[in-house]
């Protein structure tokens, strides 16, 4: 059996007293011992370590938990997404996804590089956590300084001070001179140009930056506004991304400003009040006339945009004649006709304004009226500032004042035309009972309005404006007229349109009334403009140079030779001279022995299908005897020869020194030369006559000699 006695030692032993073994051993059941039962040391010294081991294992894992809370936490709010969560970041986060940068995280852009930026970005991700939750960031607005190094660090823009000169829109900008260099006085920053002033766009150049920074008068800086900084003569010279070549300006030495008026809006002054928005101690305040400081600290230190401090300044073309014209000046609520026409505003009839181009471009009336001001360097005295056909010159190439001298006879033939129809429909509607009468002469008095406007106020303002505004009358003529129940109706083809796209028509205007020669042809605009209704782009075309044509003599055939019963002589002026005789400057020719004969056109120029050829020698014998045939070549080889031995001479005469006479007599002879070369059938029209004329003119020519002549 087991000792009684030894158990108590072993109890005894263990810390425990007697009668209490079960309850010591088995936690549970120390409740069961009364309140006032003693505890030995031991005792308390087993159950407070057990209770510090519980303790810390809960310290332990709530600090696991926390740390695993905190690295993802940290991770989350480092990740460009987490800068959605906030509403007043959305628009910012939206510009970022809508941007070219959005690939790339927030905090590549947003902090420093390395590890103590990833540090400090994960830091602050984890501040901005806690002001989302305790709402305090409702008390502040979204603020960012972007370091240059992080946009030039390796794998961004790290090349972009190599790059030089780059285009933006239609101006050059160096980025290199802009970022190492003083600015004016100011050491710029890449933030400086790349902003986020206009809301919804991601880091983009902020223009008004610019203006700011090369418009703003200073005592100490004088201002960077010379064009030529930022618009390079390549650019302007170039169809390609100029509508208008200023080649001829830049010959002239031409003024910006002699054409494009007002450009700078605004002066860029920095109101004492602007500053109250960020700082309100004194001592601060007093320092807002240092500028140096000012900017040191706003633009090279921190990043502050120019409009928080800065009034705006705009650069741009100014499309209001009232701001423009500086004719106001002296003439007040004068030339309203003219005003109507170049801006486009005004008359009855017409729906939406038209104004003329170049008051799109902000040109104003001294663009024109240069005389008694400077045309291209010589004053010109005058009464008073005028323009003339010439002055169109002093920007365009030549040729420009004829065009304005064809706008001003075209838009006169149409007031020639209209100006009696109105005074017949005004005499119609006015023996017109009243009841009918009343509209009839408010439409008329539309139409004497309009055509007032296009014949003082010059239709060189506007012409396709004149010309519409003429229409326009036209069509209310005819309507009053109809209204009153008139039997008078004004010739159907007065001052029919022509089917021009408005981009030809700003230029082109009355070009329906002009006639050419080509290919030694007669041609007019008016039956193929406005009795077929052709465009201009079956013939014309722009694409390598402006205007250029692009039809063939070939092209022309399959409208004009397929009517049967058309006289040749319509489009083939030369060729009819040549065989039927007629009048050359300087030059009669005598009739061809054929033309004589009565043989016509269609005699040798029809096949046996009746399709019109151009004839060869085999052409003859069907007529003539077999020995035509080498006639007709022998007469078209001599021809060449002495057309060719012509060219030749009037080549080496031009290289040499002549009185103007000699140049005049070379000139004409080089035109008549080229006639017989245009005509194409080497004197097969009237081989006689044009041997004459070749030889006649080789013996002039040779004679001229060097230094010698009237």
Sequence with gaps: MPNPSSKKKRGAKEGLT?????????????????????????????????????????????????????????????????????????????????????????????YPSGLRGTIKAKFEGLVMLGRYWTKLYLKSRPWAEISDANCLKPGCHDKRLLQGQVRFKKIIFDHQVHLTDLRRGKQLRCTSCHSQIVQGKHIIVTESTCFICHFKKSEAYPRIDDCRHCHERAALTSPRTSRYDHSSVFARGLACNQCHANTVIGRGTVPRENCFKCHFEPDRLEKINDTDLMHRQHITA????????????????????????????????????????????????LSGAKPNIMLEKGLSCRACHIYHAQQGGPLLKSDTLTARAQACESCHEPGFARLAKTWEDAVSRKLAE????????????????????????????????????????????????????LSAAYAKIREALRLCGSAYRPPPSALAAAQMPVSCANCHTGIEDIRNE??????????HLINQKMACAQCHSNARRHGELIVSKSGCAPCHHGEVKKDCADCHLLQNTLYRGGTLPGWTMTQDSMSEAGVACPNCHLDGRRQVIRPQA??????????????????????????????AALAEKKKIRLSDTDKAEVDA???????????????????????????RLLEKIDSLVPGQGS
Aim: with cysteine.
């Design 302 to 349: 921190h990043k502050i945009e120019c409009d928080q401090c800065h009034l705006e300044i705009q650069h741009r073309i100014v499309r209001d004649l009232e701001t423009i014209a500086d004719c106001q000046a002296c003439h007040r609520n004068t030339h309203l006709a003219q005003k109507i026409l170049y801006t486009g505003q005004g008359g009855g009839g």
């Design 618 to 647: 085999g052409k003859c014998v069907e007529c003539h005897e077999e020995g035509t045939r080498r006639r007709f070549e022998e007469w078209q080889k001599e021809t060449a020869g002495l057309l060719g031995r012509l060219e």
């Design 518 to 527: 080509i290919w030694g042809l007669s041609f007019a605009h008016r039956p």
């Design 669 to 695: 002879a080089a035109k008549l030369a080229g006639w017989i070369r245009m005509e194409g059938s080497l004197g097969a029209h009237n081989f006689e006559a044009v041997r004459a004329l070749l030889k």
């Design 18 to 110: 007697p009668g209490r073994t079960t309850a010591a051993k088995e936690p549970g059941k120390m409740a069961e011992l009364q309140a006032g039962d003693a505890v030995s040391p031991p005792l308390k010294k087993n159950i407070k370590k057990r209770k510090m081991r519980k303790g810390l294992k809960i310290l332990l894992i709530g600090l696991g938990a926390l740390l695993v809370f905190l690295v993802a936490a940290a991770e989350i709010t480092s990740s460009s997404r987490f800068c959605n969560a906030c509403h007043y970041m959305k628009p910012f986060y939206k510009s970022w996804q809508e941007s070219s940068h959005r690939n790339i995280p927030c905090s590549t852009c947003h």
């Design 418 to 469: 209209i100006l009696p129809v109105l005074v017949r429909a005004q005499s119609e509607v006015r023996r017109a009972p009243r009841a009918k009468s009343q509209a009839g002469l408010f439409l008329l008095r539309e139409a004497a309005f309009n055509i007032e406007v296009v014949d003082k106020g010059k239709s060189v303002h506007n012409v396709s404006l004149s010309q519409d505004l």
